[in-house]
């Protein structure tokens, strides 16, 4: 029925000069996201992008391009070819393309009774009818053709439940009957390169999937305290990564050795402050990272106010030690709204796993929710910050995650 699948990119499309690398970055992100499907013919025409596959195959690629950064909107389409003499389109032709729409309407449409309206879009100019022509047939075979089947259809021009969209384009005829969206943004991998600290929480993932969707592409850091953390929990951060990838393509998990940053900052600090120096000391470690690897930004799933570490005295402290801007998509968000981005994109089941938190272990009963940067310093005087960093990056562990989409 469908043979190819229509593609509306909406941001890019402001990008001018750029715009074709944008696009090209999007096309190569769509194979990859199909690539387990099949090789498939991608053309890039009037500012959409067209993807040609087997009808059998066409609803499992929607269902993978519609989280694809970058993409608005998918048409699951049929194309009906009328030639290079679109002026000579004649009365048979029209036959047949009324029956292509009659078989589309009655696959689709399952829920009666209903309304619907056609709408017609013509690009080429030669075509030798007029919309509001082609509208009236349309509509008109249509009612004719389901009515005969005794279900009950009306024409509804104003808000119809089914809208039967027809494009008229240079030799070809296009139809579709619905639109589905895609995540929005900018394409995987046009935005640069950053480093999320990814912990196993619900937050950090999310944090992610939003730098993703605004065109970044990520490598990824999690602090490991072992024995205090279990190879569970490790196991939990890798199937994230997972998740990350599969929407924005191989991400390598940094794993630095944590666990004598954490027994040195017990040791030498005072407990009020444990916490915002053992978040100053991931940062100075992301750094370090971030350098190597040529990323220019980090990015956490902070989110303002919260735990005690999340105040903005707890942001300054950690901004005042961070050599990279550090991304924080989720800092005004709602735990409720973070957790049902985690359930969309299929990280909150792993995330609520349960484990232990290298952060948790360590907390004091009563952290510093307003730690003064002239305390923080003078709390970390005892501590070997460049010889703690340097151990936990030369023990560190480095995945590569490279994830099918799924
Ligand atoms: P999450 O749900 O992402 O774990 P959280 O609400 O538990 O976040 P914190 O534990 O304070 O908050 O962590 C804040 C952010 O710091 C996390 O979102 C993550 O980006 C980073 N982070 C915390 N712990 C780790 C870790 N062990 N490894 C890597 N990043 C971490
Ligand atoms: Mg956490």
Known sequence: MYDL????YGEIG???????DFISQLVSNIKRATADLGDFEISTVYGRIFLYAESDKIEKIVGRLANVP???SLSPAQRFRIGKKVAKFNEQDFEK?????VELFKAEVKNYPTTFKVKTTRADKSFPMESPEINRELGAEILRKIESDSVSLSVDVHQPEHLVEVEIRRGKVYLFLRREAGPGGLPVKSSGKALLLLSGGIDSPVAGWLGLKRGLSLSAVYFDSPPYTSERAKEKVID????????GGEIKLHIPYFTEVQQEILKNCPSRYTVTIMRRMMIRIANRLAEMNNELALVTGESLGQVASQTLEGLRSSDEVAEFPVLRPLITMDKNDIIASAKRIG???????PHEDCCTIFVPDNPATQPKLDTIHYGEEDLEIEELINRAVEKMEVITINEDAK
């Open 70 to 72: 970058g993409i608005i």
């Open 97 to 101: 393309l009324k029956d292509s729409v």
């Open 347 to 353: 990280t909150y089941e792993i995330s609520i796993r």
């Open 240 to 247: 994230l990564a997972k998740v990350l990838s599969r929407y």
């Open 5 to 8: 699948i229509i593609i509306r």
């Open 14 to 20: 402001l990008k001018g000069d750029n715009i074709n």
